[in-house]
């Protein structure tokens, strides 16, 4: 473009031209007394805009230890929009976790339900939903009312998740049990509640939990696109004693189970008929954690979840039966408010059996149909 700055008096005269993204010039110049001076032609050349670092981090939420600001806490879980008090529904609201259906499987950054870690108080949790299916579960076992709090990781998770593939979601439990409580509530569905009471001032706690749900009051309140022969129904509870034998140490048992089955019936050509399906999920997690001085403290931790799951229809059934079994010892030494270091071991070992007797053709359903054993044992 072109300029034109008027000056009050003849003289001497310094221009400076700059743009951002472009180098600055200065130029002296002279006006003469009657006010002539020769043209200026100015031609900037680029420069980088220096700026202050970038740190560019994998979405991560809730508090890994004390590392992580925000944290997803029981409050939260109760109060997000739509997600039923359900831990893994509330956690479908965080970037990085997609929700193609209404169920409550985390499907991260496109990975399946099952390479995202779920662990509870340091042991994994192999099966962590109701209504489970192959993609999946509608909700998830573990009660609200007994967790404290959650850390959710899309990347960039600590290695002591071992071979996490998509996602961690790491949940701790009830950790203070120092006042008697009650909560209980009631929908059309069902009904359940939690009671806290402390044993022995704050040396010894016990947190208790049950709930019953049942759809067949909701079906004939609203109807549904369904013929259920069985409404879907579930039992769930889980019990938490917490112990404080000494200032710096703690030791914990969490127990905790649920069931679900459904009954509906199936239209195929060759045959129409009732299918049913239970699954049972039960699980157990022992922890102890002691600091030994102002900056070394360790866990121990043992835990196991057991999982059955068996449907029947027409001559037909299958089962499944599993078992996971982990065991963690872990040490973390905090060097100063900045640096910390942690280290640990950890083993597991797991056993799935599976077995049934199922269609030889898989379109002839019909009672007396061809039919294959099937089994496995892992």
């Known amino acids: ?28 110049v002279t006006v003469s007394g009657n006010g002539d001076m020769t043209a200026l032609r100015v031609v900037l050349r680029e420069a980088p805009i220096p700026v202050a670092e970038v740190s560019v981090r994998a979405s991560s939420f809730g508090a890994e230890g004390k590392r992580q600001g925000a944290t997803l806490r029981r409050i939260d879980i109760m109060t997000t929009p739509g997600a039923a008090a359900d831990l893994m529904q509330s956690v479908h609201t965080l970037p990085g976790v997609h929700a193609p259906n209404e169920g409550a499987a985390l499907y991260v950054r496109g990975g399946a339900p099952d390479e995202t870690l779920v662990r509870l108080d340091g042991g994994d949790v192999g099966h962590p939903y109701k209504y ?60 359940g509640g939690t009671v806290s009471v402390p044993l022995d001032g704050e040396k010894l706690g016990v947190v208790f939990s049950a709930h019953y749900q049942d759809t067949e009051l909701l079906d004939r309140l609203y109807g549904t696109s369904r013929d259920f022969t069985r409404y879907p129904r579930s039992y769930d509870g889980g019990i938490k004693v917490l112990g404080h034998p000494a200032q710096n140490q703690s030791v914990s048992l969490f ?4 069931h679900d089955r459904t009954g509906v019936k199936l239209r195929f050509p060759s045959y129409h008929g009732e299918f049913n399906n239970a699954a049972t999920v039960s699980l ?8 030994l001085t102002k900056k070394l403290g360790v866990r121990v931790n043992l835990a196991n979840t057991h999982y059955t799951d068996g449907w029947r229809f027409s001559d037909f ?7 996971q079994y982990t065991g963690r010892t872990e040490a973390t030494w905090q060097r100063s408010a900045r640096y910390e270091l942690s280290g640990g071991v950890d083993a597991e070992r797991e056993d799935e059996t599976y077995a049934g007797i199922v269609p030889h053709d898989s379109t002839d359903y019909a009672p007396g149909a061809p039919t294959r054993d099937v089994a496995q044992d892992g």
């Open 132 to 191: 489970e299916s192959a993609s999946g579960g509608l909700f998830g076992v573990l009660d609200p009312s007994l967790i404290s709090s959650a850390y959710f990781s899309s990347g960039a998770f600590s290695p002591k998740y071992g071979n996490a593939l998509s996602g961690v979601l790491d949940v701790e439990s009830t950790t203070d049990v120092r006042q008697t409580a009650f909560n209980f509530g009631v929908n059309v569905v069902g009904g």
């Open 255 to 258: 127990v905790a189970a649920t």
């Open 317 to 323: 059934h299958y089962a499944t039966v599993s078992n």
């Open 284 to 291: 157990w997690n022992a922890g102890y954690s002691n600091v």
């Open 1 to 28: 473009g072109t300029f034109r700055i008027p000056v009050p008096a003849a003289g001497a005269y310094t221009v400076r031209v700059s743009l951002m993204g472009q180098e600055t010039v200065t130029l002296p």
